[in-house]
């Protein structure tokens, strides 16, 4: 089904398509440029950082459970232990692991090749270079590391609330208020961290729930980010946008526009809490990000340990 006209013209709008040249692979990560790096360093001033992941483990936040995309939690399997390097066991031991999992299993962020529509991707590649072995173009691998300044927008916090409620759309309002809050301004270049307390229903074992009734992102947001040059957008939540979707004939609208129209890197199944907490402890919003994803040539996304630095 092809986008509403709406979101069409949106679509148009915020399109960065041959931005940053016809051959193009990163997107808004071409945003982040020597200054967006020095100005992420000019943050760390206490050397105190804060980890963004969750988890790799069975008891991750993918279920059978309804709305499931067929995801598998990390599994971890020993390929040998405690073997004897030379054949003597008080000699040279080791041991290796192996690890099967879902490349969106845990905290991640997409490549612009996981989402598109009409048969094309970001920067009018089609979709047909995404086969059986991976993509061919637009793959995790040409994201590159991620060192920018990052800031935090605690819409929860804004509205006074442990969580967002189901069904609560973020769109610019929200992400103005929250941007004022901070006391400082978007910057080109710059990765925004929104929370919104979701992450609570997965820590309460609420999987279901954690992944269908959610607030997030809806398509406001999306101009939103364009407007203002972000980088990398993340959340704590297991959809990025609103679900059950904003709208009912664009079932992912938001990673449909953001991935494949603006090139936005997005991640999801961000870790937030500690971080906020100590932001609204110091009053400070701001911090050197770094989230470098694995990079897993072909792969349409792309696991990553973020870690904030104040």
Known sequence: MPLPDELSALASRVSNWGRWGDDD???TLNLIDAEAVRRGAACVRRGESFSLAIAMDVDGPQTDGPGAPGRLNPTLRMKYVNVAFTGDPADFTTTDDL????MQAATH????????YEGLLYNGVSAEVVTEAGAARLGIEHVGPIVTRGLLLDVARLHDVAQLPEGHVIGGEDLDAAVAATGTAVMSGDAILVRTGQMAVLQDGRKDDYRIHAPGFGVGAVEW???HDVALVANDTYAFEIYPPEHADAMMAVHMLDLRDVGLTQGQLWYLDDLATDCANDSVYEFLLSATPLPVTGAVSGMVAPVAVK
């Open 109 to 116: 962020i997409d490549a612009l090749s996981h989402a598109g």
């Open 225 to 227: 980010f364009h407007d």
């Open 25 to 27: 692979q990163r997107g």
């Open 99 to 102: 690890l099967e999992l879902s």
